[in-house]
């Protein structure tokens, strides 16, 4: 059944689904309408106020289906190589059975689906559905994995309280009426969680909730707090098991030993739900502006538009490849005692934020994501730093890469090629796109247009040669397509081809590196995704960068990177990408969703510069060093840095 390819509210389109929603006496939304915090109970009782319905079923996941044939690591889940079997899953398979399945509501169908994407453990390919995204869970017990006189244990965070304290007292209110002191536990030791050693069920929450990363280690790190950049400051994230984004736990038991006690008690923590979504004053409401499609749920044709033909170079539509991390909705500063004491350089206004170590030898660039407010301005930050460095005398740079999702391609490269020099030729690395019937169609498309091609992603000249030499637009690079085979499937892609970052560096490279790279090391929690996962790799595979890592679970191996990829496209990117070229009626072109959500997919391939026949996703590249956080580093930046520099730089 094809779909209107259109732009609907849902209750103007299916009046019925308006007359399903429950009357005002017993509207479980109705009861928490305007509040921030919610027992996440009244959250799922909201969530689940919507009945099942065959038309938004068919219609999400016919969608889903014809996504995946643009997903370029399909056929790698049939099985998975090691040391990443646990994301093993047939997908075709997995979404037969969900069409098979009887769903009592639309919550329950969407939660399959999120889950489902969510444990395929690549944050470039996972279905977000906004009605059901909207509240968050928060536990006041953030959890950290320590390591204190050579013993490691989970510990509740010990800076929880000036840490929860910034949710503000609409939060820590609801804990003073029913009588809850979560002060006390700070700093606590955590033996058990639900009944299962604390080790044992944070690898739970990692295999179940975390996604976003391929690997279980990184995931684990996902679990447990950490300090980050959040926009332009330092902040610290709860954690997977303080703040996930899901409202099915209304608490957890801990059993524990409190600071300063040697007694075992057990402790039920409750959760508290935020909303973050539109306003509502009951579930016509709610649904109306958190779950109907709107306009910007769906791609448009940008012929139509006006201002992005490619010839002009307009509005250019810049590569990115990210994560999205629901607890980012809700971003808490990290407590003042824990932020730098040394002052920052220039250049520290945006993502970077750089500083020069008390042994004024080393220098610190904090990348906390490729995904400034700015593109240019992130170069002349990272040229604005590195002179500040090299007046102050630093001779060693240090790169703190925790928690960055992500971001803008081009960046990655920019960082990459600055630090290494233009010397060092190509930034990147070679990339394919998948071949299917398609995909086929649209290049195809693209080179038909000739001159009055439109500037999207498909575009021939978006793209170079292996020499550099940047496509013409009547450059067909899925004809033929490449065979290519993958756990005994026929997948084939396009040719390979370069990005074309070069010309979007608004900034000089030098020739030569401004720091020996002998003195470059890098450093992070392994929660470093995507673009991040690319830079760190190029930094490694090229250059032989050094790498460490802190956290983790003790004795399980952690990677030095998360999920790596090469480009995301939001659904709404593809679509764009399919209406631009005239296919929407295509018998393959996924139809248009009729809820507000988004299924994203990895939609390039980085092959590895040591091995191109392998996609740098796939290739296990562990760190040099590993570190265990400790009560002085887990959230303070400037402690790790010193730490990890006296033992990089030796």
């Keep these: 059944m094809r779909f209107l390819r259109k732009n609907v509210w849902l209750f103007t389109a299916y009046p019925w689904f308006a007359a399903a929603a429950p009357a005002a006496s017993t509207d479980p939304c109705a009861k928490i309408a305007g509040l921030t915090f919610v027992p996440p109970a009244e959250a799922l009782a909201c969530y689940k106020a919507f009945?099942?319905?065959?038309?938004?079923?068919?219609?999400?996941?016919?969608?889903?289906?014809r996504v995946f044939d643009f997903y370029t690591f399909e056929d790698y889940y049939l099985n998975s190589p090691p040391p990443f079997q646990e994301s093993t899953n047939n997908i075709r398979a997995t979404l037969a059975t969900i069409r098979n399945t009887k769903f009592a509501t639309d919550y329950d169908f969407n939660k399959a689906l999120y889950d489902f994407t969510t444990q395929l453990n690549d944050g470039h390919t996972r279905y977000f559905p906004t009605c059901y995204n909207v509240f968050q869970n928060l536990l006041p017990a953030p959890v950290i994995s320590l390591e204190v006189n050579g013993v490691f244990n989970v510990h509740i965070a010990p800076d929880s309280v000036a840490f929860?304290?910034?949710?503000?007292?609409?939060?820590?209110?609801?804990?003073?009426?029913?009588?809850?002191?979560?002060?006390?536990?700070?700093?606590?030791?955590?033996?058990?969680?639900?009944?299962?050693?604390?080790?044992?069920?944070?690898?739970?929450?990692?295999?179940?909730?975390?996604?976003?990363?391929?690997?279980?280690?990184?995931?684990?790190?996902?679990?447990?707090?950490?300090?980050?950049?959040?926009?332009?400051?330092?902040?610290?994230?709860?954690?997977?098991?303080?703040?996930?984004?899901?409202?099915?736990?209304t608490s957890l038991t801990f059993k524990l030993v409190a600071v300063g006690s040697n007694t075992v008690e057990t402790v039920e923590i409750p959760y508290l739900a935020m909303y973050s979504?539109?306003?509502?004053?009951?579930?016509?409401?709610?649904?109306?502006?958190?779950?109907?499609?709107?306009?910007?749920?769906?791609?448009?044709?940008?012929?139509?538009?006006?201002?992005?033909?490619?010839?002009?170079?307009?509005?250019?539509?810049?590569?990115?490849?990210?994560?999205?991390?629901?607890?980012?909705?809700?971003?808490?500063?990290?407590?003042?005692?824990?932020l730098p004491t040394a002052p920052p350089v220039n250049g520290s206004e945006d993502v970077i934020k750089s500083f020069i170590l008390p042994d004024k030898k080393t220098g610190v660039m904090f990348v906390g994501s490729f995904e400034p407010d700015d593109f240019d301005q992130f170069q002349s930050d990272v040229v604005s730093t590195t002179a500040a460095f090299k007046a102050a005398g630093v001779t060693q740079l240090l790169i703190d890469l925790t928690n960055n999702g992500g971001g803008f391609v081009c960046l990655g490269q920019f960082l990459h090629q600055f630090l290494a020099g233009s010397q060092i030729g190509y930034p990147g690395f070679q990339s394919t796109q998948r071949g299917n019937a398609l995909a086929q169609k649209i290049v195809a498309a693209h080179v038909a247009m000739g001159a009055?091609?439109?500037?999207?992603?498909?575009?021939?000249?978006?793209?170079?040669?292996?020499?550099?030499?940047?496509?013409?637009?009547?450059?067909?690079?899925?004809?033929?397509?490449?065979?290519?085979?993958?756990?005994?499937?026929?997948?084939?892609?396009?040719?390979?081809?370069?990005?074309?970052?070069?010309?979007?560096?608004?900034?000089?490279?030098?020739?030569?590196?401004?720091?020996?790279?002998?003195?470059?090391?890098?450093?992070s929690n392994g929660d470093c995704a995507s673009t991040c996962a690319m830079f760190s790799t190029l930094m490694f595979e090229r250059h032989q960068t050094k790498?460490?890592?802190?956290?983790?679970?003790?004795?399980?191996?952690?990677?030095?990177?998360?999920?790596?990829g090469n480009q995301v496209l939001e659904w709404s990117d593809l679509d764009t990408e399919i209406k631009s070229v005239g296919l929407d009626n295509d018998p393959l072109a996924p139809p248009d969703l009729l809820v507000n959500s988004n299924f994203r997919h990895n939609w390039r391939t980085a092959w590895s510069f040591l091995d191109e026949t392998r996609p740098i996703a796939y290739v296990s590249e562990l760190p040099l060093l590993r570190f265990p956080y400790t009560n002085d580093t887990y959230n303070n930046p400037q402690n790790l840095w010193t730490s990890a520099a006296a033992k990089l730089f030796v």
């Design 452 to 523: 009055n091609d439109v500037g999207t992603f498909y575009s021939p000249d978006n793209w170079a040669f292996l020499n550099d030499t940047v496509m013409p637009v009547t450059n067909n690079y899925d004809k033929p397509t490449v065979p290519f085979f993958v756990n005994g499937k026929f997948d084939p892609t396009s040719q390979r081809f370069h990005d074309t970052c070069t010309e979007e560096f608004s900034q000089p490279i030098p020739v030569t590196p401004p720091f020996d790279l002998k003195k470059v090391a890098i450093v």
């Design 51 to 65: 009945p099942f319905n065959q038309t938004l079923f068919e219609n999400v996941l016919d969608n889903m289906d």
């Design 277 to 338: 979504g539109s306003p509502f004053t009951d579930s016509a409401s709610f649904w109306a502006g958190n779950c109907a499609a709107n306009s910007a749920t769906n791609g448009v044709d940008v012929r139509q538009q006006g201002g992005l033909q490619k010839n002009a170079r307009i509005a250019p539509r810049r590569a990115k490849a990210s994560i999205i991390d629901g607890l980012t909705s809700q971003a808490i500063g990290l407590p003042g005692p824990f």
């Design 164 to 249: 929860i304290n910034q949710l503000g007292t609409g939060y820590t209110s609801f804990f003073t009426s029913i009588g809850f002191n979560w002060q006390r536990l700070a700093g606590a030791k955590v033996l058990e969680i639900e009944g299962m050693d604390a080790y044992d069920y944070v690898d739970l929450i990692a295999r179940t909730v975390s996604g976003n990363y391929l690997d279980h280690g990184v995931r684990v790190n996902s679990v447990f707090t950490s300090y980050r950049i959040s926009g332009t400051a330092f902040s610290q994230r709860l954690g997977d098991l303080a703040g996930p984004e899901d409202v099915t736990h």
């Design 547 to 564: 790498i460490a890592v802190f956290g983790g679970k003790p004795g399980e191996v952690m990677e030095y990177k998360g999920m790596a």
